[in-house]
């Protein structure tokens, strides 16, 4: 067994740890100890329970997990459609707990952009692909706000990107459900946002159209630079990003990173993924709910401390 750390050792890294930058500093998405409590008849419900998350600037990512797990919340409150109750989020330099309503709507309109899983939720009906995809360009209310010309042109522009140039002149009820989403996502994209998020884009389509929709936010992603997260309950989707994170009773419990390795035999890429539990600000550690039923582990555990890492074994008093 490896010899435990001394407490000069543990004084020093802890000295360490006070001169480390504040968290998430250099994050695009910041969420610190997030709390959102919903109160009806009485009864409170706690959707977010210290939840802590970091995004970096041009990442394509995915949220998932179970019904009521908390991930709708938080992309509501990310999406501006809804406050925290404490803890701190900023999104690009914006503190969303203190934001005035005038505020908010600027953000919206400006720093984020949505894409519903309804197709018929993100268009108007009675506006052309192209002229849905400028109406955000017009309502932006800044002093810049682009010419006519422009904002045409701008459209045009996203909806050939997108691969859906040939729908501009058509109407929401004239396009395919497919279709419908692409033009979604440029309409998210007009105002050129510092992010896109998505809550379930893919869940009302068919897997060979969900994957065409994925690869359009990867198009914006790799083309634009637009950092995208991705609410879903499809791993097919999830396997598609370099990081998914899944949420549990209000918490980031695991996530899974994925990298490329080439076999420097073959010279073959592959995607090699590996999955973390999550460390949340409070030290609290949520492990897998699998791996907690295959070593029966309740209610208490027991740690040792070791030079490089923590041992967690389950309790061996009853």
């Known amino acids: 067994m ?15 740890t006070r001169n480390q930058p504040a968290y998430g500093h250099d994050a ?4 610190d100890r997030l709390v959102r409590i919903f109160s009806a008849d ?4 706690q959707a977010l329970q210290g939840l802590d998350l970091l995004v970096r600037e041009g990442e394509l990512m995915a949220l998932v ?5 908390g991930k709708s919340t938080l992309m509501n409150i990310l999406a501006g459609l809804d406050t925290p109750t404490a803890g701190a989020a900023r999104v690009a330099g914006h503190d969303l707990l203190t934001m005035t309503a005038r505020d908010r709507l600027a953000y919206r309109r400006s720093t984020v952009g949505f894409v519903w899983q309804q197709t018929s939720r993100n268009l108007l009906p009675y506006l052309t692909a192209a002229q849905n995809v400028a109406l955000p360009l017009q309502l932006s209310g800044t002093r810049t706000r682009k010419s006519r010309r422009a904002r045409t042109e701008r459209a045009v522009e996203l909806l050939e990107l997108l691969q859906v140039a040939d729908c501009r002149d058509r109407p929401p009820h004239e396009l395919s459900g497919g279709q419908q989403q692409r033009v979604a996502i ?7 946002p510092a992010v896109l998020l998505a809550d379930e884009p893919t869940g009302e389509l068919d897997s060979r159209t969900a994957a065409q929709i994925f690869d359009a ?4 992603n790799e083309t634009l630079g637009t950092t995208i997260v991705i609410v879903t309950h499809d791993q097919a989707v999830a396997g598609e990003v370099r990081r998914t994170v899944a949420i549990r009773d209000g918490r980031t419990s695991t ?17 090699v993924a590996r999955e973390y539990a999550m460390l949340d600000r409070a030290g609290r550690l949520q492990l897998p709910a699998d791996y907690l039923r295959a070593l029966d582990m309740r209610e208490r555990v027991a740690l040792e401390l070791e030079s490089d890492h923590i041992g967690v074994w389950p309790d061996d008093t009853h």
């Open 2 to 16: 490896a010899t435990p750390p001394s407490l000069s050792d543990l004084a020093n890294r802890v000295a360490e």
């Open 28 to 31: 695009l998405i910041t969420c």
């Open 42 to 45: 009485g009864i409170e419900v």
């Open 65 to 69: 997990g179970a019904s009521g797990s």
């Open 186 to 192: 440029a309409v998210a994209l007009a105002n050129d």
């Open 217 to 220: 936010f990867r198009t914006a």
């Open 255 to 271: 996530e899974v990173l994925r990298r490329s390795e080439i076999d420097a035999t073959t010279g073959h890429e592959t995607v």
